[in-house]
DNA sequence: ACTTAGCACTCTCCCCCTTCGATTGCTAAC
DNA sequence: GTTAGCAATCGAAGGGGGAGAGTGCTAAGT
C-alpha cells in the first residue's frame, strides 16, 4: 500500500498544495513550484495512476487534481505524529496558561482560544471528567426555610449544584452536620456504591443520598460534558464554507453538544492522537470535515479529550503539533491538581 | 408623528408581509392579499408619502417597497408590549421549567433553547447575576497536601470555583474549620466590604480571605457574565444570512462573549421590554439585526437579561410575547430560591 | 381633494451564447 | 520511462435579449 519515489511525492505536493491554496492543482504548478527535473506530462502520468488506486480526483474533466479521504490519509500517516510545535509557540501558550493556572474552567477556555487561533479552525475540549464520577466533597447551604442549595465536589475537581427542597425546615446547622455525615460515608464511591450502601440513613439524608446519585449518574451518563468549543467563526470563514449551505448542518450540530459522544476514544493512550478523515467519521454532518483528537489527563481518573475540527484541507501538521504540545500541558496541569 | 387611516394600516401590512415573506411588498399584493377596497394606485401614493417620511425605501426603482428601521420602530410602538403568548405555548414552557426547576443552568438552557425554537432566532440569557455579589457560603476540599479547592457559593445560588495553594500541609480539618469560620464572619458582604474588615487573621485565613476579594471582585466585574446563546443556527438560516459575508462577523462577535455588556438595561423595569432595531445598536455588527431584551428576577439582588437577537426583520409579536412570559418565569423561578 | 385606469419606463432575473484560458488525456516519438 | 505536441474538455466570465414584475406619472373621473 505504500507509493514509491517520485509518486509518493507528487501526492505529497498536491496535498500540501491543495491545503495551502484550496484549489485544485495543476501538474504545471507541480513541477514548476518544487523544483522537480521532469515534465508536466511525466507528472501526468503519475497522477493517472495516482488517480487508478483512488488518491486523487478531479472536480471535472480538465481541472486540476484534488486530494481524495484516501489521500489524506496516506499523508498524514507519512508525516506520523511526531511533530512538534516551534518553541515561540510553545513558549506563548505556555505562559498564558501558567498565569491561570488556578482556575480549570479558565484554562480550558483559554487553551481553546488559543488551540482555535493556531489552526484557524474550531477547537474542542473537554473537561477532565473522571470515566467513573467518584464523590468527593458535599456542602449545603440554606437558601430558605424549607431548601438547600446541594454543592457536589467530584473528584477531578468537578462542581456541581442543585437545589433540595426538604419537608421540613432545617437549619444551617442541622444542614453541616449532614453534609458532613454523607460526606464522610461516601468518600471515593461511584454512583453505584452509593446506591448499594446500606447505612441507616435519616429521611433527609436519604432525600439527599438520592439527590447525590442522580447527579452523579447523570455526569457519568454525559461522558464528556458539552465540551468548550472557539473558533467556529474561523472554521466557516474558510473558503469550502462559502456560499454552503452545509455550514448550517454543521452549526446545528456542534450547537447541540451531544455529537462527541459518539466519537471512541477508546484505546487511545495519554499522547497519541486520532485522526478521522471525510467520511471515516459517524455523524453526516462531519463527513466532509476531519476531526483530531487526544486524550489528555490521567486515564481512570480525571481526563478529557482535546481536538481540532476543520475541513478535510486542513494544516494536518500545524493541528498534530499543536494538539501534542496542548494535550501534554493540560495532563500535567490536571496531575498537579486531582 | 402618528400616521392615520389607511396609511398606517398600508405601512403596518408592508411591515408584516416583509417580515413573513423577506420580499419586497408590492403595490397590488397589499390590496389583494388584505382585503383592500382600493386600487394599486392609490396605495401607491400613499407608499410615495411613506417613503418621503422615511418609513420605506425600494431596493431599487421598481421593485416592491421594504421597511426602513423607521417603520419597524412605528410597528413595535404601535403593537405594543403587552402581547399575550397563546395560552398552549405557555403550558408548554411552563411545565418544561417545572421539571427542572432544581438547576438554575438547566432552567437557563432550557429556556434559551425553548426561545430560540420559538421566535426561530438567537435566545440569549444570561445568568441571575446579583448586581453588587454578594458572600454567602465557602467550602475548602482538600485535593493534595498543600493544595485544596476552594468552592465559593454567591446569593443568587451562583457557585464559583478555584485551585488555592498553601504554604504548609494543611489537613480536611483544618480547612473546614478555616472554611466555617470565614463563612460566619463575611456572611451577607460585597467584596469591598470583606476588603475593609479588619478581623485578625492566620496566615491562611488571608490567603484564603484574599482569593475570596479576588473572586467577588471578578464576578461583579463581568457584569452580565457569559450569556446562555442558543439557537444559532436558526438565524443563519434566515434568508437574510444566505452568501452573505456579514454572517461571519456577527459570530465572531457573538462567540467572544463580552458583546451585551454594552448594552445597558439601566431604567429598565421588570416586565418591561427594550427593543433595539438596526442602526440603534451600538455595535456594528448588529446594526442590521434587532435585539429584543427584557430584565427578569429581582432588581439588585439576582437579576439577569433574557433576549433575542434576529433579522431586523423579526417576528415582533412572537418575540415580545414570549420574552413577557419567559421573563415572569424566570423572576418566579429565581424568587423563589434566592 | 381623493381615487382610478392606463401606459411607459425601469430594473432584475434567467437563459443562452460565446469567448477565453487553463488543463488534461492521448499519441507518437525519443 | 520520459517527453513534446496537440486536440478535447470544462468552468468562469461576459454580453445580449426577452420576460416579468412593479413602479411613477399623467390625465380623467368622482
Not at 92 to 111: G, P, V
Not at 225 to 252: R, T, V
Request: hydrophobic residues 40%.
Amino acid at each position: 500500500m505504500t507509493l514509491k519515489g517520485r509518486r509518493e511525492t507528487v501526492l505529497k505536493i498536491i496535498v500540501q498544495d491543495y491545503i495551502i491554496g484550496a484549489v485544485p492543482v495543476a501538474s504545471r504548478a507541480i513541477v514548476d513550484k518544487h523544483g522537480l527535473e521532469v515534465s508536466p506530462a511525466t507528472i501526468r502520468n503519475d497522477i493517472a495512476c495516482l488517480e487508478e488506486e483512488g488518491y486523487i480526483t478531479h472536480p471535472h474533466h480538465s481541472a486540476g487534481s484534488v486530494p481524495t479521504d484516501r489521500a489524506y490519509r496516506y499523508y498524514v500517516e507519512l508525516i506520523g505524529e511526531n511533530i512538534e510545535l516551534p518553541s515561540g509557540e510553545q513558549y506563548l501558550i505556555y505562559h498564558l496558561l501558567q498565569e491561570t493556572r488556578e482556575e480549570i474552567e479558565q484554562w480550558l477556555k483559554l487553551a481553546a482560544a488559543w488551540l482555535a487561533r493556531v489552526v484557524c479552525n474550531v477547537a474542542v475540549i473537554t473537561s477532565p471528567g473522571t470515566t467513573r464520577s467518584r464523590f468527593k466533597h458535599l456542602d449545603l447551604v440554606a437558601l430558605q426555610d424549607f431548601v438547600a442549595l446541594l454543592v457536589l465536589v467530584l473528584y477531578g475537581a468537578k462542581v456541581k449544584q442543585q437545589v433540595v427542597a426538604f419537608d421540613r425546615r432545617i437549619t444551617q446547622d442541622e444542614l453541616t452536620q449532614l453534609a458532613n455525615k454523607l460526606t464522610s460515608i461516601y468518600a471515593g464511591m461511584a454512583s453505584s456504591e452509593i446506591l448499594a450502601n446500606k447505612v441507616e440513613l435519616s429521611p433527609e439524608e436519604k432525600q439527599v443520598s438520592h439527590c447525590l446519585v442522580k447527579m452523579i449518574a447523570a455526569e457519568d451518563k454525559l461522558e464528556y460534558g458539552k465540551p468548550y468549543l472557539d473558533g467556529l467563526h474561523l472554521m466557516l470563514s474558510q473558503p469550502e464554507f462559502a456560499n454552503n449551505p452545509k455550514a448550517l448542518n454543521i452549526l446545528e450540530m456542534l450547537e447541540e453538544g451531544s455529537w462527541l459522544g459518539n466519537i471512541s476514544c477508546r484505546g487511545l493512550n495519554k499522547g497519541e492522537i486520532k485522526i478521522i478523515i471525510g467520511e471515516e467519521n459517524p455523524e453526516p454532518p462531519l463527513q466532509d470535515l476531519s476531526l483530531i483528537i487526544s486524550p489528555y489527563g490521567i486515564p481512570d481518573k480525571a481526563s478529557g479529550i482535546v481536538g481540532v475540527l476543520g475541513p478535510k484541507r486542513m494544516d494536518y501538521a500545524k493541528a498534530i503539533s499543536s494538539l501534542n504540545y496542548l494535550s501534554l500541558l493540560l495532563s500535567n496541569s490536571v496531575a498537579e491538581y486531582i
